[in-house]
């Protein structure tokens, strides 16, 4: 239920190498597209735990230092990073939709943009932004793949799949898939040993806080002739 991602594997392991080869112990790096919390760094059993926005991803050396000095607790003023953020802040904002897509959030029984705010200030502290709509019946891979939603991360956009808009569709259902794609603007986006990694192991683990998963769960198992 997601598709195209922050990738920039070159700097994700330029950036990761950085920071170990500074602080000596192993680092959990996630790459996020959280415009509200552009870097954090903290330490949780013994492995350093960097959120970074993708911006960061292509950071000259200079601003890779630094967060690395700042993560090995080297005193240092962040006047590179700041510089770099203000430099990047285009990046950092939603980006202009496509005139030419249409944005519809409101269903004949379900309205996305309601369902969306409720989410967002419930699970997010609103801290989300993005431009949600239903997807065209009969656009996108969603109906060949089953997707029921997906976050495009160059866009901004959250798409939903128009078959959840019906009355036999209760609202938990479509607030959760709403969920799962914000959660991927969130967390961001994790590598592997090999691949790029969206759904990591806590990814569903936040998953599983949606007020509502394990009924989540059941419907669609025992529902699934409604999903198409
Ligand atoms: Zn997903």
Same mark, same amino acid.
């Given at each position: 239920?997601?598709?195209?991602?922050?990738?920039?594997?070159?700097?994700?392991?330029?950036?990761?190498?950085?920071?170990?080869?500074? %602080?000596?112990?192993?680092?959990?790096?996630?790459?996020?597209?959280?415009?509200?919390?552009?870097?954090?760094?903290?330490?949780?059993?013994?492995?350093? %735990?960097? @959120?970074?926005?993708?911006? &960061? +991803?292509?950071? #000259? &050396?200079?601003?890779? !230092?630094? *967060?690395?000095?700042?993560?090995?607790?080297?005193?240092?003023?962040?006047?590179?990073?700041? !510089?770099?953020?203000?430099?990047?802040?285009?990046?950092?904002?939603?980006?202009?939709?496509? @005139?030419?897509?249409?944005?519809?959030?409101?269903?004949?029984?379900?309205? +996305?943009?309601?369902?969306?705010?409720?989410?967002?200030?419930?699970?997010?502290?609103?801290?989300?932004?993005?431009?949600?709509?239903?997807?065209?019946?009969?656009?996108?891979?969603?109906?060949?793949?089953?997707? +029921?939603?997906?976050?495009?991360?160059?866009?901004?956009?959250?798409?939903?799949?128009?078959?959840?808009?019906? #009355? +036999? *569709?209760?609202?938990?259902?479509?607030?959760?898939?709403?969920?799962?794609?914000?959660?991927?603007?969130?967390?961001?986006?994790?590598?592997?040993?090999?691949?790029?990694? %969206?759904?990591?192991?806590?990814?569903?683990?936040?998953?599983?806080? &949606?007020?509502?998963?394990?009924?989540?769960?059941?419907?669609?198992?025992?529902?699934?002739?409604?999903?198409?």
């Amino acid at each position: 239920m997601y598709d195209s991602g922050a990738g920039n594997a070159d700097g994700f392991d330029r950036l990761k190498r950085c920071i170990e080869k500074a %602080v000596g112990i192993s680092t959990n790096l996630t790459i996020t597209d959280n415009s509200s919390s552009l870097l954090t760094i903290t330490t949780k059993d013994k492995t350093l %735990v960097v @959120r970074a926005h993708k911006m &960061f +991803l292509t950071a #000259p &050396f200079g601003v890779m !230092k630094e *967060i690395a000095n700042i993560a090995s607790n080297k005193k240092t003023k962040n006047s590179v990073i700041k !510089k770099y953020i203000k430099d990047n802040a285009d990046s950092i904002k939603t980006p202009p939709i496509n @005139r030419k897509r249409t944005v519809i959030t409101q269903g004949k029984f379900h309205d +996305l943009r309601e369902m969306f705010d409720a989410v967002n200030s419930t699970y997010f502290g609103g801290s989300i932004s993005c431009v949600i709509t239903w997807a065209r019946r009969s656009s996108m891979g969603f109906a060949k793949r089953r997707r +029921l939603g997906a976050y495009n991360s160059e866009l901004g956009i959250i798409t939903i799949n128009p078959v959840l808009d019906k #009355p +036999l *569709i209760p609202r938990y259902i479509v607030e959760y898939i709403i969920y799962h794609e914000m959660l991927h603007i969130g967390v961001g986006v994790r590598r592997g040993k090999n691949k790029r990694s %969206v759904h990591f192991r806590e990814f569903k683990e936040l998953e599983r806080q &949606f007020k509502d998963y394990e009924a989540v769960v059941s419907f669609i198992k025992g529902n699934f002739d409604l999903f198409h």
